[in-house]
């Protein structure tokens, strides 16, 4: 069984930047199509961004394309979410998530994902 460990949540002014990390404890992470989602209060799970086994191809939501980037060191069996001019409404907990098997495709539907994290919260303020 996989486990993955969200962290770098926190609290950041409209207009900052940070950024997230999910650890995998196995090695067998590299083979992972990997994701972010994310879900706020009263509002169901919704797709940030993804990225292939191997990093080469990766998507994100409307609403995070040029803001958010996905990225992934396979040496440390780490994905990160960089979030930049981050908005408001950007507040939610953030899930990483890992499809068990080589993908030479992403991802954008949570049902396909095998793995999850605990969360990290993010909250932006005005």
């Known amino acids: 069984q996989e486990q993955l460990v969200e962290s770098g949540g926190g609290l950041v002014q409209a207009g900052g930047s940070l950024r997230l990390s999910c650890a995998a404890s196995?090695?067998?992470?590299?083979?992972?199509?990997m994701a972010w989602f994310r879900q706020a209060p009263g509002k169901e799970r919704e797709f940030v961004a993804a990225?292939?086994?191997?990093?080469?191809?990766?998507n994100y939501a409307d609403s995070m394309k040029g803001r958010f980037t996905i990225s992934r060191d396979n040496a440390k069996n780490t994905v990160y979410l960089q979030m930049n001019t981050v908005k408001p409404e950007d507040t939610a907990v953030y899930y990483c998530?890992?499809?068990?098997?080589?993908?030479?495709?992403?991802?954008?539907?949570?049902?396909?994902?095998?793995?999850w994290g605990q969360g990290t919260q993010v909250t932006v303020s005005s």
């Open positions: 998530a890992a499809r068990g098997a080589y993908s030479i495709v992403y991802y954008s539907i949570a049902e396909q994902y095998d793995y």
């Open positions: 196995k090695r067998t992470f590299s083979n992972y199509a």
């Open positions: 990225m292939t086994s191997d990093g080469g191809i990766t």
